[in-house]
Nanobody, 118 residues
Framework: QVQLVESGGGLVQAGGSLRLSCVAS????????MGWYRQAPGKQRDLVASITKSSTTNYADSVEGRFTISRGNAKNTVYLQMNSLKPEDTAVYYC????????????WGQGTQVTVSS
């Protein structure tokens, strides 16, 4: 059984920063890619950022240059540093991973709320 636990969400003013963390635990084999998706009310879940085991990163255009994704040394952890936050970044952020794919993850956390006030 695999669990992903996110932390670090919260309420922040526009222009502020937050750092999201995610730890995968349980029976885990070699993870290829981890990353973050987000879903705002009434919208679909979209990719925010992903990182592969070879450290190849991929960002949504809307966050490029403001967000930075990284993986911990244990390779079952992933972080998302979010700077210059905007109200449109408000969403539930979900951590996920895949053993084989670079995104379109197979395993998901419960999500953490990020709210950016104007």
């Amino acid at each position: 059984q695999v669990q992903l636990v996110e932390s670090g969400g919260g309420l922040v003013q526009a222009g502020g920063s937050l750092r999201l963390s995610c730890v995968a635990s349980g029976t885990i084999f070699s993870i290829n890619a981890m990353g973050w998706y987000r879903q705002a009310p009434g919208k679909q879940r979209d990719l925010v950022a992903s990182i592969t085991k070879s450290s190849t990163t991929n960002y949504a255009d809307s966050v490029e240059g403001r967000f930075t994704i990284s993986r911990g040394n244990a390779k079952n952890t992933v972080y998302l540093q979010m700077n210059s936050l905007k109200p449109e970044d408000t969403a539930v952020y979900y951590c996920g991973f895949s053993y084989y794919k670079d995104f379109d993850f197979d395993h998901w956390g419960q999500g953490t709320q990020v709210t950016v006030s104007s």
